[in-house]
């Protein structure tokens, strides 16, 4: 499963790269190229494969952005607890993302809440944005492993939802054309 972050890393600080190592992968320094660790998870009994991909909130890589989204199955939409211009963003960002890959399983994602007493964003404008986006809401904190596993194990669940549903109606079209005699 791809699963593409936007985040601008310099403020977010720990991105999804970073997010994922709850995840057991390798943390990763972010040196303005495309990043894609994988793990394998287990979500409802199935072994799913996270590939995420994370330009670190590098503007020059807006020239491959088709390639970067090209793919996705998920996004997780970052920004930061103590900075307004990563939540200012994320509008922009979603927008993006539709209309390079469509809808896909997305969540909004608000990191550093272990800083709240930097917070420069309220509760009800992160509320307010993700009832206006129609996103699910996750307040995570890497440095305390708060929510981190849950934004991926929603995704991956929508993910393998999605791919029960798309067999199903693959099926039933199978079924629906074989029973035409003569054609």
């Given amino acids: 499963m791809k699963?593409?972050?936007?985040?601008?890393?310099?403020?977010?600080?720990s991105s999804c790269c970073n997010i994922i190592d709850s995840l057991e992968i390798v943390n990763i320094d972010h040196d303005k190229i495309i990043r894609s660790p994988t793990r394998n998870k287990i979500v409802n009994g199935?072994?799913?494969?996270?590939?995420l991909w994370d330009t670190a909130g590098q503007e020059e890589f807006d020239a491959i952005t088709k390639?970067?989204?090209?793919?996705?199955?998920?996004?997780?939409l970052v920004f930061s607890t103590t900075d307004r211009e990563s939540?200012?963003?994320?509008?922009?960002?979603?927008?993006?993302?539709?209309?390079?890959?469509?809808?896909i399983p997305t969540v909004l994602v608000q990191n550093k809440?272990?800083?709240?007493?930097?917070?420069?964003?309220?509760n009800e404008e992160a509320e307010g944005l993700a009832k206006r986006l129609k996103l699910r809401f996750y307040r995570t904190s890497v440095k305390e492993d708060?929510?981190?596993?849950?934004v991926f194990k929603y995704l991956a669940d929508?993910?393998?939802?999605?791919?029960?549903?798309?067999?199903?109606?693959?099926?039933?079209?199978?079924h629906t054309s074989s029973n035409k005699i003569g054609g």
């Avoid at 999605?162 to 039933?172: G, N, P, V």
């Fill in 158 to 174: 929508k993910y393998l939802q999605r791919l029960k549903q798309q067999s199903a109606e693959e099926t039933e079209v199978v």
């Fill in 113 to 122: 809440i272990d800083l709240l007493d930097d917070t420069v964003i309220k």
């Fill in 67 to 76: 390639a970067y989204y090209r793919g996705a199955q998920a996004c997780v």
């Fill in 3 to 13: 699963v593409i972050e936007t985040s601008y890393s310099h403020v977010v600080g």
């Fill in 46 to 51: 199935e072994d799913v494969r996270l590939m």
């Fill in 87 to 103: 939540f200012e963003a994320i509008s922009s960002w979603r927008e993006k993302v539709e209309i390079e890959v469509g809808d």
């Fill in 146 to 150: 708060l929510n981190v596993n849950e």
